[in-house]
C-alpha cells in the first residue's frame, strides 16, 4: 500500500489556527484515503488531526508516529498510533516512512521533516497559501528547486489540496536515487 505522509503546524492547547490550513488538511487527508494509500503524520492537533480526519471519514488508513511515550495525546481519528517517545526524533520516521510528504504550513518541526525527507529522496509537495513554511520555502531553494547543491529530489509545489495530493501521488511512483546521506540507506523500496 502506497504511504503519503502529511507534515504540518501543529495545534496546541487553546491555540486557533487559520481555518483554510485545516479545511486544506482535511481535504488533502480525504483525497489521499479516496485514492486508496494511506495517511502517515505526526499524530496529534492542527494539520495532523484534520489530515487524518479527512482520510478516516473518507474511509482510509490513518497511522500516527506520536513525539510522546504515551497515547493520551494521539488525535481521534488514528487507526495506528506509535507513542514513540522520541519528540521531534519521531520526524524522522514521519519523514522516512512515507513514500511521498505533502507540506501544510509548519514551523520549525515541519521544516526539520522536510530536510529528513529530502535526505531521504522522499518526493515533497508543498501546499502553498496554508502559511508558515508552505509559503517561505520556494525563496530557499537552490536553483529554484533544491534544499542544497547536490540536487538530492526536486521539491514541488502545488496551489490547491487536489493537486499536492495528485503531485504526491505522481512524486510517489517516480523511482528514487539513493542519496548521499549514511542513514538514508536505499532510498528505493
Known sequence: ???????????????ELPAHMLRAAEEVGRGIALRGAALINGG????MEYSAKGAKEAGGLTVGFLPQADLSHANPYLDLAFPTGMGTLRNVLTARC?????????????????????????????????TGWSDRL????YDEAYLDERRVISVSFAA????AVAEAFV????????????????AGH
Open 1 to 15: 500500500m502506497l504511504k503519503i505522509g502529511v507534515i504540518g503546524r501543529s495545534q496546541r492547547a487553546g491555540e
Open 171 to 186: 512524486r510517489a511512483a517516480q523511482p528514487r536515487l539513493r542519496s548521499g546521506s549514511p542513514l538514508a540507506g536505499s
Open 160 to 163: 490547491t489540496a487536489e493537486e
Open 98 to 130: 512515507a513514500d511521498a510528504l505533502v507540506v501544510i504550513g509548519g514551523g520549525v518541526g515541519t521544516l526539520n521533516e522536510i530536510t529528513f525527507a529530502y535526505d531521504a529522496a522522499v518526493p515533497v509537495v508543498v501546499l502553498e497559501g496554508t
Open 44 to 47: 496529534t492537533g492542527g494539520v
Open 138 to 141: 520556494r525563496q530557499a531553494l
